[in-house]
């Protein structure tokens, strides 16, 4: 079915300093967007009524994105993870690969950001010839050289659209990066076979974990996260793009326990992803604050101790009730 979108308005905006000048509208319908969710600094998280995603205001430009990436939690990781941590990587990878591949156990499998290529290393294990599209040129060189997969370097707009059509594509965490997610994803669909699978995930804006830490939710990430997907949002703009969607889940585990341990830690600590980046290896104390802000974060790491047994149990139920960490869909072309 058609989703009528209100007509989007026309406000133009002077630039500031490391933003773009945009109409604040809704990116998935365009109705105008209401008060603000969260503020950061010049950056606001603001909320649309009409089909209840959340849009980041103003959009940072290209340049700022692009420096924002090489720093904090999505800088890369200093050196490899431990072989117990690896192997726990790609049992998640296995997971992930269940729900993208669905019924189809064979065909062309293309993962849009593929990172350092974990999921394609287990889809061409499974019986799948996998290729990626990642634009940071560092994880795709590690995917290349590690697992000898095949990923372009550079957008999904530069991609060859003869190298298509695919059976499976799957954006783990992509879609909230993207300014424009609707003309994304009907880029995607111009790869996807007739009879192929998108498989998607995202944060859940309407997840409990949200409404628990407030604006210590982890996945706020600014200026990252673009928009915030709820799963009315998903359904909303893969209709119109040309999708519709076959089955949703907001269960993930693994993004269960990093989401509510991070936004937990974060609420405690005062600190922003501190433990995220240690965990990734790309962040060391280099002043005093530094210091302060680890011991901090201790402190914060022993309240999470007296405090999992009420967030594993949350986690244990959230999802059944619509309330996960995620927003996980399959869906085809219509």
């Known amino acids: 079915m058609e989703s009528q979108a209100p007509e989007q308005r026309d406000i133009s905006a002077e630039p500031t300093e490391g933003t773009a000048t945009h109409p604040e509208s809704c990116r998935i319908c365009g109705a105008t967007l209401d008060g603000p969710f969260l503020t950061g600094g010049k950056w606001r998280v603001q909320a649309c009524r009409s089909c209840t995603a959340a849009s980041l205001v103003p959009l940072p430009t290209p340049e700022v994105l692009d420096e924002a990436y090489h720093q904090g939690g999505y800088a890369d990781e200093r050196g490899q993870v431990p072989a117990p941590v690896d192997r726990l990587l790609d049992r998640f990878s296995r997971r992930r690969l269940e ?3 669905g019924d189809k156990r064979s065909g062309r499998f293309l993962e849009v950001g593929s990172g350092k290529g974990r999921l394609l290393k287990v889809a061409r294990a499974k019986g799948f010839d996998p290729v990626g599209i990642e634009p940071h040129s560092g994880r795709r060189e590690f995917g290349t050289n590690r697992y000898d997969i095949d990923v372009f370097n550079g957008p999904l707009a530069d991609f060859p659209p003869e190298r298509g059509p695919f059976d499976v594509i799957a954006m783990w965490h992509v879609l909230e990066h993207v300014p424009e997610p609707v003309d994304f994803l009907r880029q995607v669909g111009k790869l996807l076979a007739d009879d192929g699978r ?5 944060p859940n804006l309407r997840g409990w974990a949200r409404y628990v830490t407030g ?4 996945p706020w990430q600014l200026p990252y996260h673009l928009v915030h997907f709820t799963p009315k949002a998903m359904e909303i703009a893969l209709d119109r793009a040309g999708f519709e969607m076959t089955s949703i889940t ?3 585990l693994e993004m269960q326990i990093l989401c509510w341990s991070q936004s937990v830690l974060n609420r405690l600590s005062g600190t922003d992803e501190l433990s995220y980046r240690l965990l990734k290896r790309n962040w060391q104390p280099e002043s005093k604050e ?13 309240g999470l101790a007296v405090l999992s047994p009420f967030i ?3 986690a244990a139920v959230e999802a059944d009730l619509g309330g996960g960490t995620v927003v996980r869909v399959a869906a085809r072309k219509v």
């Open 250 to 252: 907001t269960r993930s």
């Open 99 to 101: 729900f993208a591949a």
């Open 290 to 302: 530094d210091w302060k802000d680890l011991a901090r974060l201790a402190g914060a790491g022993l």
């Open 312 to 314: 594993l149990a949350a």
């Open 198 to 202: 998108l498989a998607i995930e995202v």
């Open 215 to 218: 604006d210590a939710w982890f």
